[in-house]
């Protein structure tokens, strides 16, 4: 095989396959391909930290993977898997049961595995011609997760990076939707309306920060966003969203989406979906639900009933990389109506072209604000082949119990302070110095940092009612109740150490 390269007057011909053959997966270079993936693997199985972290500082790390990115001559292999290993060694271990301080699980094997095929594959999920079984596969999973919600066959969804992206898509389209029915104004082709200043998203006043991120993208700014008071358990009263709801009419403004939350990222709240739903309608609201903590409850038959109302949502956000064990990034976008997407679509005669459209060849491109996007779909269809349902709803039902253990164990403690009564996993507290002459911020601030710095477990913070508080989001199955005494024994010893 060669080609030409050619010049003003000149050509040369370059030999392309010996050079090359064994960079690529092809048939020649099968067992260079088996031997690097299983050498990774190997150095991950050594290199895998013993404890929560090693303590590393950033100036530390950076010393030891100091060495040129882009060597102009391939090292000895000994020389790269020695810096990989340095690589593992300084990363946090999400496996161990002192990391409980984010909603970052340990990954299932199943979708490790589904990983690997994922990456050999290298399918994007824009065009049908590129990615032909995973797009069946995507739209496959996307329609069974809209008839889990409860949603008619009309309803549709697309795989996403995150909650992030999500909940700008499900705000893009109640944006839109809301000055199409108001003012027969197309967004995409003319820009925002000129009375689009009078638009409102209203949210919980502990709802996710992309709320606000979404109205300034999408050209609202940041005030155009409602926080509605929380009761004591941090769920959104829905007396204090009708008086919003009555204030904005007063004020000749309208309520373009309602935002409620089923798991809030500190507090695992979920607001009252039923009741939020009833007043989004009588107000004409784009009803959006982020449920990217809280949608796995829908594989449980204990607490799947704290998602009543879901179904009543015109948008919902899920996370498969929280409490579905999934590597980063997974997770999806649904909407009741699909063919509200058509907001999203532009076609490229390259990639997605009308002609497409009518003989009926699906192109995800088309529900999607991103282009390329990965085939994460299979990460999740895997671990649900090789698991099952009634094992996954145990592995939710189990991090619930761990997040009630915990706030059962941290009430009955002196030294401790609990903020709330877990609904899922997460469970928000405080420790509380004996001597009353002692800043409580500044000692749970110092006990979270040198529990990291030490090594010792990563466990998360937040404030809390004007308090600098410290948190446990219980993702890991396999953590005991012993697992979680030891931890909070701890932290209080730690705690009357730095007092």
Same mark, same amino acid.
């Given at each position: 095989?060669?080609?030409?390269?050619?010049?003003?007057?000149?050509?040369?011909?370059?030999?392309?396959?010996?050079? /090359?053959?064994?960079?690529?997966?092809?048939?020649?270079?099968?067992?260079?391909?088996?031997?690097?993936?299983?050498?990774?693997? #190997?150095?991950?199985?050594?290199?895998?930290?013993?404890?929560?972290?090693?303590?590393?500082?950033?100036?530390?790390?950076?010393?030891?993977?100091?060495?040129?990115?882009?060597?102009?001559?391939?090292?000895? @292999?000994?020389?790269?898997?020695?810096?990989?290993?340095?690589?593992?060694?300084?990363?946090?271990?999400?496996?161990?049961?002192?990391?409980?301080?984010? *909603?970052?699980?340990? @990954?299932?094997?199943?979708?490790?595995?589904?990983?690997?095929?994922?990456?050999?594959?290298?399918?994007?999920?824009?065009?049908?011609? #590129?990615? @032909?079984?995973?797009?069946?596969?995507?739209?496959?999973?996307?329609?069974?997760?809209?008839?889990?919600?409860?949603?008619?066959?009309?309803?549709?969804?697309?795989?996403?990076?995150?909650?992030?992206?999500?909940?700008?898509?499900?705000?893009? *389209?109640?944006?839109?939707?809301?000055?199409?029915?108001?003012?027969?104004?197309?967004?995409?082709?003319?820009?925002?309306?000129?009375?689009?200043?009078?638009?409102?998203?209203?949210?919980?006043?502990?709802?996710?920060?992309?709320?606000?991120?979404?109205?300034?993208?999408?050209?609202?700014?940041?005030?155009?966003?409602?926080?509605?008071?929380?009761?004591?358990?941090?769920?959104?009263?829905?007396? &204090?969203?009708?008086?919003?709801?009555?204030?904005?009419?007063?004020?000749?403004?309208?309520?373009?989406?309602?935002?409620?939350?089923?798991?809030?990222?500190?507090?695992?709240?979920?607001?009252?979906?039923?009741?939020?739903?009833?007043?989004?309608?009588?107000?004409?609201?784009?009803?959006?639900?982020?449920?990217?903590?809280?949608?796995?409850?829908?594989?449980?038959?204990?607490?799947?009933?704290?998602?009543?109302?879901?179904?009543? &949502?015109?948008?919902?956000?899920?996370?498969?990389?929280?409490?579905?064990?999934?590597?980063?990034?997974?997770?999806? /976008?649904?909407?009741?109506?699909?063919?509200?997407?058509?907001?999203?679509?532009?076609? !490229?005669?390259?990639?997605?072209?009308?002609?497409?459209?009518?003989?009926?060849?699906?192109?995800?491109?088309?529900?999607?604000?991103?282009?390329?996007?990965? /085939?994460?779909?299979?990460?999740?269809?895997?671990?649900?082949?090789?698991?099952?349902?009634?094992?996954?709803?145990?592995?939710?039902?189990?991090?619930?119990?761990?997040?009630?253990?915990?706030?059962?164990?941290?009430?009955?403690?002196?030294?401790?302070?609990?903020?709330?009564?877990?609904?899922?996993?997460?469970?928000?507290?405080?420790?509380?110095?004996?001597?009353?002459?002692?800043?409580?911020?500044?000692?749970?601030?110092?006990?979270?940092?040198?529990?990291?710095?030490?090594?010792?477990?990563?466990?998360?913070?937040?404030?809390?009612?004007?308090?600098?508080?410290?948190?446990?989001?219980?993702?890991?199955?396999?953590?005991?109740?012993?697992? *979680?005494? !030891?931890?909070? &024994?701890?932290?209080?010893?730690?705690?009357?150490?730095?007092?």
């Amino acid at each position: 095989m060669t080609f030409r390269i050619t010049g003003s007057e000149r050509y040369s011909t370059v030999a392309l396959t010996p050079m /090359f053959e064994t960079d690529f997966p092809t048939v020649a270079s099968h067992p260079r391909y088996r031997d690097l993936v299983s050498r990774a693997l #190997e150095t991950v199985l050594s290199a895998w930290p013993p404890s929560s972290y090693t303590g590393a500082s950033p100036a530390q790390i950076a010393d030891l993977l100091d060495g040129s990115l882009l060597p102009s001559q391939p090292v000895s @292999p000994a020389h790269a898997w020695g810096r990989l290993q340095q690589i593992i060694a300084n990363s946090v271990n999400l496996v161990h049961p002192n990391t409980i301080a984010h *909603l970052h699980p340990p @990954p299932l094997i199943a979708s490790l595995a589904a990983d690997v095929v994922i990456s050999a594959l290298n399918q994007s999920m824009d065009s049908f011609d #590129e990615s @032909p079984a995973a797009t069946m596969l995507e739209l496959a999973m996307c329609q069974w997760l809209c008839k889990e919600v409860g949603w008619p066959e009309s309803s549709g969804a697309v795989f996403t990076s995150g909650g992030s992206q999500s909940n700008f898509m499900g705000l893009l *389209l109640g944006r839109d939707t809301c000055i199409a029915s108001r003012w027969n104004w197309p967004v995409a082709e003319k820009g925002l309306h000129p009375e689009s200043n009078r638009l409102r998203f209203l949210c919980s006043e502990v709802a996710h920060f992309t709320v606000e991120k979404a109205a300034s993208h999408l050209g609202l700014g940041s005030q155009a966003v409602v926080r509605v008071a929380v009761d004591e358990s941090f769920r959104m009263r829905t007396d &204090a969203l009708a008086e919003a709801l009555k204030s904005l009419r007063a004020n000749n403004l309208i309520p373009a989406a309602i935002v409620a939350t089923a798991g809030t990222t500190d507090f695992g709240s979920i607001d009252p979906l039923p009741e939020i739903a009833n007043l989004a309608r009588e107000a004409k609201s784009w009803f959006h639900v982020d449920a990217a903590y809280g949608s796995a409850l829908l594989l449980s038959r204990q607490h799947r009933q704290l998602l009543d109302g879901l179904d009543q &949502a015109d948008s919902i956000s899920m996370d498969f990389h929280k409490k579905f064990w999934q590597p980063v990034s997974c997770a999806a /976008f649904l909407v009741r109506d699909a063919g509200l997407f058509s907001h999203l679509k532009v076609h !490229a005669d390259y990639l997605n072209p009308e002609s497409d459209e009518s003989a009926g060849i699906p192109n995800l491109v088309n529900r999607s604000i991103a282009t390329t996007r990965r /085939f994460d779909a299979l990460k999740l269809w895997l671990s649900f082949q090789l698991i099952g349902r009634e094992h996954f709803a145990a592995m939710v039902d189990r991090t619930i119990a761990l997040a009630a253990y915990a706030a059962h164990q941290i009430a009955g403690n002196a030294r401790l302070e609990l903020f709330h009564q877990p609904q899922l996993s997460s469970v928000v507290f405080r420790y509380v110095p004996a001597n009353p002459g002692v800043d409580p911020d500044a000692v749970n601030a110092r006990l979270r940092q040198f529990l990291f710095d030490s090594g010792v477990a990563v466990i998360g913070h937040t404030r809390a009612r004007g308090h600098q508080c410290l948190k446990f989001t219980c993702m890991n199955p396999m953590t005991s109740d012993g697992d *979680l005494d !030891a931890l909070i &024994a701890l932290i209080v010893r730690e705690g009357e150490r730095l007092e």
